[in-house]
């Protein structure tokens, strides 16, 4: 299996002078071409900082990160990120906002005429695949949060990114909506694969999508413990009452608060349920 | 079948915070906002005793409006005015808005030109008379001169500020679509921060109107602030009422057509 993305001991200090602090210390993780990884853990525990780190829009002050080989220079068109939200162009339609990438210079140079012809092609048929044809000629704030989402996602695609990276993609949607877009983005997967690093705080989400689940704790952020998801490749929403699933679901968020470092939360809990046990007898 | 009868809570008045309001009942209280301190006016300057040097009443004015447009040559003054304040505007717009724009994009144009901005600007537009004399003598541009010392560096600093608060997350999904950083700032930045920028134009405008009656204070022998300083030599204080309540109408008109230029440009804030 190729290695796609591969970060060695990579670490990352915010703040320099007299409090700096440590978001990443000796991180090590190989992300095979075309693999799904998802990323839980604890506030503070650094992945949306990782994730950020492999999109170019952070740097490392330790370590090295190499896509294809090849340390990464800032970010790229070859990596796209869909963010929590705040990214669509208020003032473009939806169709403007995925086809932005062509008003863009890299976007534009070296076209023949069916290169331009093939694109308008993938932006009908990215809107056709997020179910958002209809809504092609809309404003974005005209759209639910869930509608809006799939316009982000479609024009992350726009460019056919051999990265995906996902930042809490779907953390300000209803629980509904996001059974929704969960299928919808394994389907992507499944049809444009890319290698999708997908950052979340909800853990039934992480191991539904993903086929490795990477754990990361806080203070200093590090990797924790790296699962491997015991379902099949093509994920049915029945499998998340199966015991494989419930069992790694429960272990996973053990293993997160275990990790968490909140202390005085888990003291507090402690004693709510010594004080309902003595109620009880 | 008759419909049930309700019960439980009833359509929340007027007065219930943040309550609703109906066209009809708004106009209302902006009507009553807009008469009543003209009918205190009114009432005020005819009682007995009262001196129309210290209050005219809403007559005197207006009979003076009149005179001064048929044999005074109102529009002149207006017209004078209007060029004024909207050369000083439009030249700091045309400076402060690529300045504004470094500013919020790069920190270190930043650190270079915001504490000397914020210290400027708490020098009083007044005070700059004189030099503006010195520097600039005592035509047209010297008027300019003033309108545009006073708006300027507010302008300046307002903007910076509607471009910093440009969503990280758009700056930051262009780079990832691969735009370089002039593209950043023309297609995304500048983009999203227009909406803004106009209020701000619009803010700044009524400021610019402030500093009328200031530029006129250098050699002026024509215009709205002009007039108003020479009728308080000649104790004209319904002259006076005319001019300030002009400079309001026409601030007021200028706001409604920021306004409107505001829905036109961005109709996707305006879908409600």
């Known amino acids: 299996m190729r290695i796609k993305i591969s970060i060695q001991h990579v670490g990352k200090v915010f703040g320099e002078g007299r409090q700096p602090v440590e978001a990443l210390k000796d991180v090590s993780l190989d992300i095979a071409d075309n693999a799904f990884v998802t990323f839980v853990g604890a506030s503070g525990c650094g992945k949306s900082t990782l994730l950020r780190i492999i999109g170019g829009l952070e740097y490392h002050t330790s370590g090295e990160v190499l896509v294809d080989g090849a340390p990464i220079m800032g970010p790229g068109a070859d990596r796209a990120m869909v963010f929590q939200h705040y990214s669509l162009y208020p003032w473009l339609s939806v169709m403007e906002n995925i086809k932005f990438s062509r008003r863009l210079r890299h976007g534009r140079e070296n076209l023949r005429e069916a290169d331009v012809e093939a694109a308008s092609g993938r932006a009908d048929a990215l809107l056709a695949l997020m179910g958002l ?25 726009m460019g056919r990114p051999q990265v995906l990276l996902m930042d809490e993609p779907f953390g300000a949607l209803d629980a509904q909506t996001r059974e929704v877009m969960h299928d919808l983005i394994l389907h992507v997967h499944r049809l ?10 909800d853990v039934e989400e992480a191991i539904y999508l993903g086929q490795r689940v990477v754990l990361m704790a806080p203070r200093p952020g590090r990797i924790d413990t790296i699962y491997e998801v015991p379902l099949p490749a093509e994920r049915e929403q029945d499998m998340k009452h199966t015991p494989e699933f419930l069992a790694l679901k429960r272990e996973i968020l053990a293993r997160i608060r275990e990790t968490s470092g909140m202390k005085a939360d888990q003291d507090m809990l402690d004693q709510l349920n010594l004080q309902k046990a003595e109620a009880a007898s | 079948m008759p419909a049930a009868p309700r019960t439980g809570a009833r359509r929340p008045g007027m007065w219930t915070i943040r309550g609703p309001l109906s066209r009809r009942q708004y106009w209302l209280f902006a009507a009553l906002g807009l008469l009543v301190p003209l009918g205190l006016w009114w009432g005020t300057s005819s009682l007995a005793g009262v001196d129309k040097v210290f209050l005219p009443g809403p007559a005197d004015v207006f009979n003076r409006l009149v005179a001064w447009y048929t044999e005074d040559d109102l529009m002149s003054d207006v017209w004078i005015s209007i060029y004024r304040v909207t050369m000083g505007f439009v030249i700091s717009a045309a400076i402060a808005l690529p ?26 537009a007044v005070a700059f008379i004189p030099l503006v004399m010195l520097w600039v003598g005592i035509d047209e541009s010297s008027k300019i001169a003033i309108i545009f010392i006073g708006t300027f560096f507010q302008m300046v600093l307002m903007m910076a500020e509607d471009v910093r608060r440009v969503p990280l997350a758009q700056i930051e999904a262009a780079q990832t679509m691969g735009a370089d ?5 023309k297609l995304v930045i500048f983009q999203a921060a227009k909406p803004a920028l106009l209020d701000t134009l619009r803010v700044t405008m009524g400021w610019a109107w402030t500093y009328l009656v200031v530029a006129e204070l250098v050699a002026a022998n024509s215009g709205l602030g002009y007039s108003i300083l020479k009728a308080q030599r000649f104790l004209q204080t319904d002259k006076i009422f005319v001019g300030i309540i002009l400079i309001g109408l026409i601030g007021l008109v200028m706001d409604q057509l920021f306004r409107l230029a505001h829905r036109k440009a961005f109709p996707w804030l305006y879908l409600r």
């Open chain 2, 99 to 124: 300045l504004a724009l470094l500013i919020g994009t790069f920190r270190p144009v930043q650190a270079l030109l915001e504490p000397l901005t914020d210290f400027i600007r708490y020098m009083p």
């Open chain 1, 192 to 201: 444009e694969k890319p290698t999708l690093a997908f950052v979340t705080h």
């Open chain 1, 133 to 157: 044809s209809a809504a092609a000629n809309a404003w974005p704030n005209q759209l639910s949060g869930g509608m809006q989402q799939r316009v982000a996602i479609a024009r992350a695609l």
């Open chain 2, 181 to 185: 950083r002039g593209e950043t700032v």
